[in-house]
């Protein structure tokens, strides 16, 4: 069994952005145990959601107030890398590396700072999700760093830039003017999803929701010789993995469990 | 001081085009030495902003390919990289003797990347391959003036993975990018429903930052990037093959063939 190339790499998503979605989404999908803390709202995942989050764990465990912090940050001592938001209150950088100085800490630009980014590019991104560019700079960042700390050791703390990421592209043809970017053809969703060559590539996979049937959804963008990647988890319910994070990863018991649902830290899944 | 986080690591560029180049690009902004084989003949650049661009803090060694000297040249350089990064036409290489198979029998760990714009038409399951070849026709079925940019970067972020892993694992793979696939991945659409979707962009006036420069996407905050300039197609070509062993008069008889 050929493991993937992130298998056995705990990544913690306490960014709630959408770049930030899209860098741990890549991650999870080529093998990472990606762990999201709760506080994002009651609804169970669908459309966008259910295709950003596949692959992903979810813990109720809201990171925000401080009756959390503690545990969380023993969560970021449990990981091999944590992603935060730059614009996000509650923990941050100087916190996590202040708890082990040789973390990875991924700062991503939030939902603001993307929209900003994407104004200022004055492009037309009518069809594309700029968030999901600017998240597979984080993920060559991860790489980077991974690579990095198992080289010498050191941590890291890497931004990324959503106006640089955007910028990126194609900078010489920016200074054309404005006028020549916007030819983008908007996608016909129903044809792509017959598209031969991506069938040929199986691109599109079917997943299964507990409650909501099979639907497709884009699979894994990097066909790996070795390691051929799926999507093997639908997006995580909320609270659906609490027992494994609260109690197998953070050693919890009944009665801890208990107060943290009482302060309204966790929210049980209804049985 | 801190090392730049690709330190050490050769990255082996070839193709042509914008995707491998871009991502090249970046992998050597972060400290990768970028090696890019360039043909022989010597074509002026269309466009030498975008050149400079695309290239900055490469070298270059010009080699014809299409021969057996330069073909084992290839093969000593890519014993020297830990990466190959290239988006020739799909089983290119492969048809010229260079195949994927081979060169990973030569060095176990490598991690080839190959970006084409419709993938290599292979499906892999791991241990098996199927040739399942669509029979779709290169063509606007969905388009974006930034694809080979996007595919670039995914290219990039796989390459880096890839990298670590290949390296941890002690065992190298083939990373097939579609820039179509890219593209496709970028797309908002809600696929179960089959429906493009609007994503509202909060943008307010007050707290606007300035722009920033391309080639600051990504900032480790222990160092800085790269920032040399770009070759001279073939301005490294004796350097590169000294580098490898070969000796001043081997040079020259490459040279004396046309195969520098």
Redesign the interface.
């Known amino acids: 069994m050929?493991?993937l190339?992130?298998s056995g790499h705990r990544i913690l998503e306490l960014g709630r952005g959408?770049a930030a979605a899209y860098a741990t989404r890549?991650?999870a999908d080529?093998g990472a145990e990606v762990i999201q803390l709760g506080g994002r709202g009651e609804l169970e995942p669908e459309?966008?959601n259910?295709?950003v989050h596949r692959n992903k764990y979810g813990c109720s465990l809201d990171p925000r107030p401080a009756a959390s912090r503690e545990l969380v940050l023993r969560l970021t001592a449990l990981s091999n890398l944590v992603v935060i938001d730059d614009d996000q209150p509650g923990i941050g950088r100087d916190e996590i590396v202040g708890r082990n100085d040789d973390s990875i800490v991924l700062v991503m630009p939030g939902?603001?700072?993307?929209?900003?980014?994407?104004?200022?590019a004055a492009?037309d991104w009518s069809?594309?999700?700029p968030?999901?560019?600017v998240g597979?700079?984080?993920?060559?960042?991860?790489?980077?760093?991974?690579?990095?700390r198992?080289?010498?050791g050191?941590g890291?703390?890497?931004?990324?830039?959503a106006?640089?990421?955007l910028?990126?592209?194609?900078?010489?043809?920016r200074?054309a003017g404005p006028e020549?970017?916007a030819?983008?053809?908007?996608?016909d969703?129903?044809?792509?999803?017959e598209?031969?060559?991506?069938?040929?590539?199986?691109?599109?996979e079917p997943v299964a929701r507990p409650g909501a049937g099979v639907?497709?959804?884009?699979g894994i963008?990097?066909?790996?010789?070795?390691?051929?990647a799926h999507v093997r988890l639908p997006a995580p319910a909320p609270g659906e993995h609490d027992d494994y994070v609260l109690r197998t990863l953070l050693g919890l018991g009944d009665s801890e469990v208990a107060v943290l649902v009482a302060e309204g830290v966790v929210t049980p899944r209804p049985a | 001081m801190?090392?730049l986080?690709?330190?050490?690591?050769t990255v082996l560029e070839m193709g042509e085009g914008v995707s491998a180049a871009f991502c090249s690009k970046?992998l050597a902004a972060?400290g990768a030495e970028v090696m890019k084989v360039d043909p022989i003949a010597r074509g002026s650049a269309t466009?030498e902003?975008?050149y400079e661009?695309l290239h900055s803090g490469k070298r270059s060694i010009a080699i014809d390919i299409e021969t057996d000297d330069g073909r084992e040249v290839i093969r000593r350089l890519v014993l020297r990289a830990e990466a190959l990064v290239e988006n020739f036409e799909a089983g290119y290489l492969a048809s010229i003797g260079l195949p994927?198979e081979d060169l990973r029998r030569r060095k176990p760990r490598l991690l080839m990347t190959s970006i084409t714009p419709?993938?290599?038409?292979i499906?892999?399951?791991?241990d098996a391959?199927a040739e399942?070849?669509?029979?779709?026709t290169p063509g606007?079925?969905?388009?974006?003036?930034?694809a080979e940019?996007?595919a670039g970067?995914?290219a990039?972020?796989?390459?880096?993975?890839?990298?670590?892993?290949c390296?941890?694992?002690e065992?190298?793979?083939?990373?097939?990018?579609?820039v179509?696939?890219?593209?496709?991945?970028?797309?908002?659409?809600?696929?179960?429903?089959?429906?493009?979707?609007e994503?509202p962009?909060?943008?307010?006036a007050e707290?606007?930052?300035p722009?920033?420069?391309?080639?600051?996407?990504?900032?480790?905050?222990?160092v800085e990037p790269d920032q040399a300039g770009a070759p001279v197609p073939g301005e490294h070509t004796e350097e590169i093959l000294a580098d490898i062993g070969l000796r001043g008069d081997e040079i020259a008889g490459l040279r004396d063939r046309g195969v520098i």
């Open positions: 050929n493991r190339p992130l959408l890549q991650l080529v459309g966008l259910a295709q939902d603001h700072d993307l929209g900003l980014a994407v104004h200022e492009r069809s594309l999700q968030a999901s560019i597979m700079f984080a993920v060559a960042a991860a790489g980077m760093a991974l690579q990095r198992r080289m010498t050191e890291a703390q890497v931004t990324v830039s106006a640089g990421a910028l990126s592209l194609s900078a010489a043809r200074e020549q970017a030819t983008a053809l908007p996608p969703p129903a044809a792509l999803l598209d031969e060559d991506l069938k040929a590539r199986a691109f599109f639907s497709m959804m884009d963008s990097w066909a790996m010789s070795r390691t051929p | 801190s090392s986080p690709l330190d050490g690591l970046l972060h466009d902003g975008l661009y994927f419709f993938g290599q038409g499906v892999h399951s791991g391959e399942s070849r669509g029979a779709g606007d079925r969905v388009g974006h003036p930034d940019y996007i970067i995914q990039f972020a796989a390459t880096s993975v890839g990298l670590y892993a390296n941890y694992q065992v190298g793979q083939w990373i097939d990018i579609s179509q696939a890219c593209l496709v991945a970028s797309l908002a659409v809600d696929w179960g429903g089959s429906r493009l979707i994503i962009f909060p943008v307010t707290g606007r930052r722009t920033a420069e391309p080639g600051s996407s990504i900032r480790f905050s222990d």
